[in-house]
């Protein structure tokens, strides 16, 4: 009976683990300049289904650029940030197992006993954000951020933040720096 609570607790930590995983990922065009991007502005804000995340996104994105020494306008910028959301429901399944049946012996049946499996939906929340150069209108770089949404609104800001914050951590890129 430990060994079966000891598999459980793993079962219900690794799911844990999994609903709050955060998936980032980036790209950008290789032969970009990026030094020459000095400001930047919004050209397609987020729409969210929760409105009040749209300024968190938003300001957590300004946030992140301005911290790579980008400056925010309001026209002719170089950069044009266009950002989207999508939300769906993902599900996980857990069982647990009520014991195991039989016993040593001929004319016993070996196997696992009841099982109760209970089906937990969630909200998975994606974060899509491009950077456009406003010159080319091509599509310099571009991230992606999936994370769980909580049903607490303290811990979607926390969970956006460090998602945008993942997003821009290598912003601009190493290799697309020209030398002057």
Same mark, same amino acid.
């Given at each position: 009976?430990?060994?079966?609570k000891?598999?459980?607790?793993?079962?219900?930590?690794?799911? #844990? /683990? +999994?609903?709050?995983?955060?998936? !980032?990922?980036?790209?950008?065009?290789?032969k970009?300049?990026?030094?020459q991007?000095?400001?930047?502005?919004w050209?397609? *804000?987020?729409?969210?289904?929760?409105?009040?995340?749209k300024?968190?996104?938003?300001?957590?994105?300004?946030?992140?650029?301005?911290? @790579?020494?980008?400056h925010? !306008? @309001?026209r002719?910028?170089?950069l044009? +940030?266009?950002?989207?959301? #999508?939300?769906? *429901? *993902?599900?996980t399944?857990?069982?647990f197992?009520?014991g195991?049946?039989?016993?040593? /012996?001929?004319?016993?049946?070996?196997?696992?006993?009841?099982?109760?499996?209970f +089906?937990? @939906?969630?909200?998975?929340?994606?974060?899509? !954000?491009?950077?456009?150069?406003?010159?080319?209108?091509q599509?310099?770089?571009? /991230?992606t951020?999936?994370?769980?949404?909580?049903?607490?609104?303290? %811990?979607?800001? *926390?969970?956006?933040?460090?998602?945008?914050? %993942?997003?821009?951590?290598?912003?601009?890129? %190493? /290799?697309a720096?020209?030398?002057?």
């Open positions: 009976m430990r060994i079966i000891i598999f459980l607790l793993c079962i219900l930590i690794m799911t #844990a /683990g +999994v609903a709050v995983a955060q998936d !980032v990922k980036t790209d950008y065009d290789h970009a300049d990026f030094s991007y000095k400001t930047f502005m050209i397609k *804000e987020p729409k969210p289904e929760n409105p009040l995340m300024q968190r996104i938003i300001d957590a994105v300004n946030s992140q650029l301005e911290e @790579t020494g980008l925010m !306008v @309001t002719n910028a170089d044009g +940030v266009s950002a989207n959301t #999508a939300t769906r *429901e *993902e599900h399944l857990q069982s197992y009520d195991f049946l039989g016993g040593w /012996g001929w004319h016993h049946h070996w196997g696992p006993g009841p099982v109760t499996a +089906v937990d @939906t969630y909200e998975v929340g994606t974060l899509v !954000v491009d950077l456009f150069d406003t010159h080319t209108k599509v310099v770089w571009w /991230g951020a999936t994370d769980t949404i909580s049903d607490k609104a303290e %811990k979607n800001a *926390e969970h956006l933040n460090k998602a945008v914050e %993942k997003m821009f951590k290598d912003f601009p890129p %190493k /290799g720096i020209k030398s002057n």
